[in-house]
Each structure stands twice: as C-alpha cells, then as structure tokens.
C-alpha cells in the first residue's frame, strides 16, 4: 500500500467514524422523542421518513445518522 493510499483509507476511516447509523423500531411517539432529543443536543444529520411496519403492528422504522462529536 503506497502512502497515499495509506492516507486515503485513514481519512475514510475518519469520516466514517464521525457518524453512527442507526435504524430505529418503535411507536411513533417513542420515535418522535428520540429525535427531539437527538435533534437538541446537535447530533441529528439525516432522519429518513416513518415507515410502517406492515400488518398489524402499529410501529413504525427509521433511518437516522447521528454525529458522534
């Protein structure tokens, strides 16, 4: 591995590890607190629209990315 691939991959690695990906399975009224939460403390980067879960459960799944700094 040559150095400047040496420091690509360590600048990926850096990015990558500023961010946490998470997908969230709950009622919608847990969920919207979570982001509340998320959203006041700054971390908050992306957060997907609600999407059912189907059938008879009532909850619903979302995609958030979190900053972790």
Known sequence: MTTRER???RANNQRAAQFVE???VAQPAEIAAM???ASASGRL?????????GGD?????R???LRTR
């Open 7 to 9: 420091t690509y991959a």
């Open 57 to 61: 459960d009532t909850r619903h799944r």
């Open 35 to 37: 982001v509340q939460v």
């Open 63 to 65: 995609h958030l990315r």
């Open 45 to 53: 980067v992306y957060l997907s629209p609600p999407t059912p879960m």
């Open 22 to 24: 998470l997908w969230i």
